[in-house]
């Protein structure tokens, strides 16, 4: 990968602290595809500056000092009001390679959100569909617990809205649908599990790890009888945890239901034999967005920037998310030369990419085998 020394027009921002590698290496290894696919078709890959940040910080324009740059790629997780200010204030677009949670209902009504352009679908599509499995298999009436701590919890209250909407009954003893249960609160823990007898409820949503303390407390009761109606064939559990992460589940004698994989494109396939074949491992959806980051860099920089409505610059103008069909990138460097709008092939959405708005993709959930 090109680093950039003289005054590039792109950037990438990298998070680099201490726990951050591992999101490194993730999309940097995705990036690299990327950036091979766009020299398959005979294209230089275009100059790219290279710039480190701690995650969750604001971008330094000390790092950035070009007046060139028109186009910068965020780090994960980006502070998107931070952002939002910062394009605003250089006129320039950001890249959001992997914005999915709570961050993303911000953008609605963020002054500069126009400057911002997420690559890959909300978590939201992840719950629908966890959703739509629930409501397939017949869950249809669940009690939601979450661990206060855990990540799971930040999902909770979006999948009790979706279950509601698809018709779903949320029972709950309490003022809340969400059942905050710290395990090692004793009597907390006991009156979560008067409840769930008392109810009889067949299913059980838990906003916890596999192998969180919750999780943990609740699946040893249910083994022993101890947990629910029914118990141990049932409750049901559904899941909150993302899919990688679901391979840490246990076998056990009741049924369990989660996310198969997350929200993302058509093209995932094609891109997932890619990578398996250059690493020996299945791709995560962070390295799919930093893919589709290196095909957009290179793209945006193949030709002129278009201009906006108001005269300014707009380093994705030349994308058209309306358009039926998809367009690989070796065509879509012609249609770029040719001055055309094109929506391109993407693997970790939809490729309707639009400015404040995430695109959407195809997620999968059902019974954890």
């Given amino acids: 990968m090109a680093s950039g020394v003289s005054r590039p027009r792109l950037?990438?921002?990298?998070?680099?602290?201490?726990?951050?590698?591992?999101?490194?290496?993730?999309?940097?290894?995705?990036?690299?595809?990327?950036?091979?696919?766009?020299?398959?078709?005979?294209?230089?890959?275009?100059?790219?500056?290279?710039?480190?940040?701690?995650?969750g910080d604001a971008p330094d324009p000390q790092l950035m000092p070009s007046t060139e740059l028109k186009l910068l790629v965020a780090p994960p997780s980006a502070d998107l009001r931070a952002f939002a200010a910062f394009a605003d204030e250089r006129e320039i677009t950001v890249l959001l390679p992997y914005q999915r949670g709570q961050s993303l209902d911000t953008l609605r009504g963020l002054e500069g959100r126009e400057r911002l352009w997420p690559l890959v679908p909300s978590r939201q599509e992840d719950l629908k569909a966890m959703v739509a499995a629930a409501m397939e298999a017949g869950w249809g009436r669940a009690m939601v617990v979450e661990a206060p701590s855990a990540l799971e919890s930040t999902s909770s209250k979006a999948f009790v809205e979706?279950?509601?909407?698809?018709?779903?009954?949320?029972?709950?003893?309490?003022?809340?649908?969400?059942?905050?249960?710290?395990?090692?609160?004793?009597?907390?823990?006991?009156?979560?599990?008067?409840?769930?007898?008392?109810?009889?409820?067949?299913?059980?949503?838990?906003?916890?790890?596999?192998?969180?303390?919750?999780?943990?407390?609740?699946?040893?009761?249910?083994?022993?009888?101890?947990?629910?109606?029914?118990?141990?064939?049932?409750?049901?559990?559904?899941?909150?945890?993302?899919?990688?992460?679901?391979?840490?589940?246990?076998?056990?004698?009741?049924?369990?239901?989660?996310?198969?994989?997350?929200?993302?494109?058509?093209?995932?396939?094609?891109?997932?034999?890619?990578?398996?074949?250059?690493?020996?491992?299945?791709?995560?959806?962070?390295?799919?967005?930093?893919?589709?980051?290196?095909?957009?860099?290179?793209?945006?920089?193949?030709?002129?920037?278009?201009?906006?409505?108001?005269?300014?610059?707009?380093?994705?103008?030349?994308?058209?998310p309306d358009q039926k069909e998809v367009v690989p990138i070796c065509q879509a460097f012609d249609q770029r030369r040719r001055g055309e709008r094109l929506r391109l092939k993407a693997v970790a959405s939809d490729s309707r990419f639009r400015a404040g708005l995430a695109p959407s993709g195809q997620a999968m959930a059902g019974l954890i085998e």
């Fill in 11 to 55: 950037a990438v921002l990298l998070p680099m602290g201490h726990r951050d590698a591992e999101l490194r290496h993730n999309f940097l290894q995705g990036f690299r595809l990327g950036q091979a696919s766009v020299e398959a078709c005979g294209e230089p890959f275009p100059q790219v500056a290279w710039h480190g940040t701690n995650s």
């Fill in 162 to 320: 979706l279950f509601k909407a698809a018709g779903g009954i949320v029972e709950s003893y309490e003022a809340q649908p969400v059942q905050r249960v710290d395990p090692s609160n004793n009597g907390r823990l006991q009156r979560f599990k008067d409840d769930m007898a008392w109810s009889w409820v067949p299913t059980v949503v838990v906003a916890d790890a596999p192998n969180g303390p919750l999780s943990r407390e609740l699946r040893a009761e249910q083994q022993q009888g101890r947990f629910g109606g029914g118990a141990p064939q049932a409750p049901n559990w559904i899941w909150l945890t993302e899919a990688e992460d679901l391979q840490d589940a246990p076998a056990v004698p009741w049924q369990q239901l989660g996310l198969q994989h997350p929200a993302r494109g058509a093209a995932w396939a094609e891109f997932q034999q890619d990578f398996q074949q250059s690493t020996g491992k299945a791709p995560s959806l962070l390295a799919g967005a930093g893919f589709d980051a290196a095909r957009l860099l290179a793209l945006a920089d193949a030709a002129p920037l278009p201009l906006s409505a108001d005269g300014g610059i707009d380093a994705m103008g030349w994308l058209d």
